[in-house]
């Protein structure tokens, strides 16, 4: 296990897509990456990344944020790169995603697993070579009657849920500096509850 984490946000690229309920990962990313002073400025390997310290009481971590540019379906193509890249275990990465099966505004944190039908997730197995990375799935709700799944979530969060919704983000981030420093199961047993 290394002493860098690279933490990866799903979403799609472009301003058409940033409040879409398919890019909360991309959301969380950006939200960390302010706690934390780290600029996104790098495009390296498809994707926008930074990389700079989470600091908690005396210890420091180095993590590496993520932002592929290669659509939600394809986000494997820029996380196995970066993966060999940086030389790091499925243990060092982490991903935040959106899950329309979990209810709107909750989380659920991950050890590893199958790609639960979530096509981003699906791409990043194919090109890691290893299901046995961490997950971050964030609770945006079924889409409402007959709505096709596909068309919910790349509508934009509604006003209404926007409180929800940034509570969640910022719930989001204490679980991963919750990972960085005290690993998966600690994360898990304070965040899934």
């Known amino acids: 296990m290394s ?7 799903l979403g799609n690229p472009g301003p058409r897509y940033a409040r879409n ?5 991309f959301q969380c990313i950006d939200l960390l ?5 780290v600029e996104l400025n790098r495009m390296q390997l498809r994707a926008t990344v ?3 310290w989470a600091g908690r009481r005396d210890e420091r971590r180095k993590m590496i944020l993520a932002k592929p540019l290669t659509y939600m379906n394809a986000s494997g193509e820029a996380i196995g790169p970066l993966m060999r890249f940086y030389q790091l275990e ?4 982490i991903v935040v995603h959106d899950d329309i099966d979990l209810a709107a505004a909750t ?3 991950r050890r590893n697993g199958g790609s639960g039908g979530q096509n981003g997730i699906k791409s990043i197995i194919q090109h890691v070579g290893s299901q046995d990375f961490h997950r971050v799935r964030v609770g945006i709700g079924r889409p409402p009657g007959r709505m096709d799944p596909a068309d919910y979530v790349l509508q ?19 679980a991963l500096e919750c990972w960085m420093f005290e690993g998966i199961d600690a994360a898990m047993n304070h965040y899934n509850g």
């Open 3 to 9: 002493n860098i984490k690279l933490i990866v946000g």
């Open 21 to 25: 309920r398919h890019n909360i990962g």
């Open 33 to 37: 990456a302010r706690r934390h002073h």
């Open 50 to 52: 930074g990389d700079g």
């Open 90 to 93: 499925p243990d060092d990465l």
């Open 107 to 109: 989380l659920r944190l």
């Open 156 to 174: 934009d969060f509604a006003p209404a849920e926007e409180e929800s919704i940034a509570v969640i983000r910022e719930k989001v981030c204490d």
